[in-house]
């Protein structure tokens, strides 16, 4: 059976992906943190869908977690067609203010962890010449971003790296996607300190499900790049044209907390 990993799982964007997955035929393997979520979304899977569905608790920001996982996940007979890097957060506030073990956190799941998954697995993909990796980044990604630097030049590395491997794998058969949401009504805003924020107190926040299937659409199709929505496409578009600064005061105008 195809089977697809799936880090981040247990909410949000990653519980969607899973859902899609398994009733798309996929096997699922769940990683996150919280052990009790993500059971509740195995059990489900398997009570719907009748897929089988592996549950990993990890720390993907300990830097010794995505080796482990992989030597796991090969220990337990699984091959994986399959990997998506969806586990990540952002951190609302000025860079000097906020934590500095919270930024290397952020740092060393959505930049680090993201890049040793895709190094483990993507040599199996290789040599069947079959499979994918879907990484998911952000329109967060297209500026730099005031009041959230940190988390927007992550998702800058990830759309940089996704597009250079796609370039290199395409050719082997394999394909790599990066999706890109705007802002999506999940538990990331609570986490972030970004709930009144312009970005996500205008109502203009899509729903996971919907961002998911985006997701998933595009690397069934080969895509490099999808971007949520046809206004976050248009603003993502818009922001090739402007120069550097105007668009980073356009997007620290939306990290302002909204009146
Ligand atoms: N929501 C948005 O507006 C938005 C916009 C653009 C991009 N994104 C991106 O979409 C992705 C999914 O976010 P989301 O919106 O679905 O947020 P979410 O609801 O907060 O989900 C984040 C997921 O990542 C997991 N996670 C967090 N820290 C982890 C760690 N150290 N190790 C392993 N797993 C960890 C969380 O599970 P545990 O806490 O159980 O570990 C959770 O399953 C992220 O990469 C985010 O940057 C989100």
Known sequence: MPTVLVTGASTGIGREFARLCARDGYDVVLVARSQAPLEDLASEIRQKFGRAVHVRI???SSPAAPRELFDE???SGIDVDVLINNAG??????FWKLSEAEQMEMIRLNVAALTDLSRLFLPDFIQRRRGGILNVGSTAAFQPGPLMSVYYATKAYVVSFSEAIHNEAREHGVTVTCLCPGPTRT????????SATKLFAGGRAMDAATVAQIGW???KARKPLVIAGRLNATMAFLTRFAP????ASMARRFQENAK
């Open 58 to 60: 990890k720390d993907l």
């Open 244 to 247: 550097i600064q105007f668009t």
């Open 187 to 194: 538990a990331f805003d609570k986490r972030a300190g970004a």
């Open 73 to 75: 996940v090969k220990a």
């Open 217 to 219: 659409k595009g690397l």
């Open 89 to 94: 957060f952002g951190l609302v506030g000025r």
